[in-house]
């Protein structure tokens, strides 16, 4: 399963839900773009968040269309949305009717989450990063939408950021987190938790990265079959690709320049070749702000990074096919700056060289 948000403006999904829905509706933005022909496949994400716009339209009298169930914790068919500022199960989405708040306690300061049935029922979990208590919470669904207490999992300083992903190849789903640390402290690692299958962890196992992590997303990088992970440094301006051994265990990271101050990494096919491609978000101005692209030669290593533009103050990039065409495209978070500028980039693939 993909992260659903590694992002400091998590708490503003919804809104930017909505934005985006605008955004891929302005036909002024597909006329920018002359739309390739490739066959783009892997790392979707951004059709998660489309499914959210199209339910979010039930309240006002529209049907929920078919197919609009991206997180269904409770099995009933509906989507079930979270809000990460608190960490509630806000509500749950048939047809325009809404239901009431459940809160589920975690660590302190929880800045992002995973979900994926992490012990194998059928039933969808949730992994939570807890920046001020220096842990992670794993909620185990019961079935019907209400979470069991949490488990803590002590990882490194300041996690921030989580994915899960089977990554020593047993068959259930392992969870990697970032330590960013906490100003001026900034981390340098990210940890690694095997799971047991039952949805229990064994103890983390750190690596190390470059300055401040941010952001971590997983993917077969190298076309080896197995589970690499690549790490949005934001201190140090690079992404961390650490390729897997084969058992959960994971070589020296290779830093990538990116863009000022990379704050999100995503995984796809972006040019269409069969290889796994990074797209990265660049929250720093002094070079503008930017998404990097980091096409894949083939076998885990990457070209220089392309450079596009987009709004202020960039802190999660996600990639999936907007327009429809086959191949994947860019939707970028933009947090704003000095009180404005917030809003969503849309990079249509067409533009991509
Ligand atoms: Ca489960
Ligand atoms: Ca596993
Ligand atoms: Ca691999
Ligand atoms: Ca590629």
Do not use: W
Not at 90 to 102: E, S
Not at 148 to 164: A, C, F, N
Not at 203 to 208: C, E
């Amino acid at each position: 399963m993909e992260s659903i948000a590694n992002k400091s403006s998590a708490r503003k999904l919804p809104l930017i839900v909505v934005l985006l829905a605008s955004a891929i509706g302005a036909s002024s933005v597909s006329a920018q773009c002359v739309h390739g022909d490739l066959d783009g496949s892997g790392g979707v994400t951004l059709p998660d968040y489309a499914a959210f716009v199209d339910c979010t339209t039930g309240p006002h009298g529209d049907p929920a269309p078919p197919g609009c169930a991206p997180v269904d914790f409770d099995a009933d068919t509906d989507v079930d949305l979270l809000d990460f500022g608190t960490f509630q199960r806000v509500f749950g989405v048939t047809h325009g009717m809404l239901f009431p708040n459940r809160e589920f306690g975690v660590g302190d300061g929880p800045r992002s989450v995973a979900v994926g049935d992490l012990n194998g029922d059928g039933n969808l979990d949730l992994a939570v990063a807890n920046r001020s208590s220096d842990n992670i919470s794993v909620l185990l669904n019961r079935g019907n939408g209400i979470f069991g207490d949490d488990v803590l999992y002590g990882v490194g300083d300041g996690p921030t950021s989580l994915s899960v992903g089977d990554l020593d190849g047993d068959g259930d789903l392992d969870i990697a987190a970032t330590n960013t640390g906490i100003p001026p402290d900034f981390s340098d690692s990210v940890s690694v938790l095997l799971n047991h299958g039952d949805g229990t962890f064994a103890d983390h196992v750190t690596y190390g990265v470059e300055v401040a992590p941010r952001s971590v997303a997983v993917g077969d990088l190298d076309g080896d079959g197995d589970l690499d992970l690549a790490v949005a440094n934001e201190s140090s301006g690079n992404v961390s690709v650490l390729l897997n051994y084969g058992d959960g265990t994971f070589a020296v990271g290779v830093s990538h320049g990116v863009g000022d101050e990379p704050s999100s990494v995503a995984i796809g096919d972006l040019d269409g070749d069969g290889y796994l491609d990074l797209a990265v978000a660049n929250s720093g101005y002094p070079d503008g702000y930017t998404v990097s692209v980091l096409l894949n030669s083939g076998d885990g290593t990457f070209a220089d990074d392309l450079l596009y533009g987009v709004g202020p103050n960039p802190t999660s990039v996600a990639i999936g096919d907007l327009d429809g065409d086959g191949d994947l495209d860019l939707a970028v978070v933009n947090s704003g700056a000095f009180g404005g500028g917030y809003s969503v980039s849309v990079l249509l693939s067409g533009c991509v060289p």
